[in-house]
């Protein structure tokens, strides 16, 4: 993969952004006039992009808690 495959595409951008506002998977679809899946499939491209899985980001969130 070169890098430019690493980097989030337009639409990934936009989407991660409204990830960054709290808005949920179809409230994303809703604003970007896309699906749900759609949308779901980006989330998963970017997180293949950064080499992370959802457990990972589980564990960080958690452990991000115990720290507060």
Request: hydrophobic content about 40%.
């Given at each position: 993969?070169?890098?430019?495959?690493?980097?989030?595409?337009?639409?990934?951008?936009?989407v991660?952004?409204?990830?960054?506002?709290?808005k949920?998977s179809?409230?994303?679809?809703?604003?970007?006039g896309?699906?749900?899946?759609?949308?779901?499939n980006?989330?998963?491209?970017?997180?293949?992009?950064?080499?992370?899985?959802?457990?990972?980001?589980?564990?960080?969130?958690?452990?991000s808690?115990?720290?507060?």
């Amino acid at each position: 993969m070169s890098n430019d495959n690493l980097l989030p595409s337009g639409r990934e951008l936009e989407v991660l952004a409204l990830i960054a506002k709290s808005k949920s998977s179809k409230q994303i679809a809703d604003i970007l006039g896309t699906s749900v899946d759609t949308v779901n499939n980006q989330r998963k491209h970017m997180m293949k992009k950064a080499g992370v899985t959802m457990a990972e980001l589980i564990v960080r969130y958690t452990n991000s808690l115990s720290r507060q």
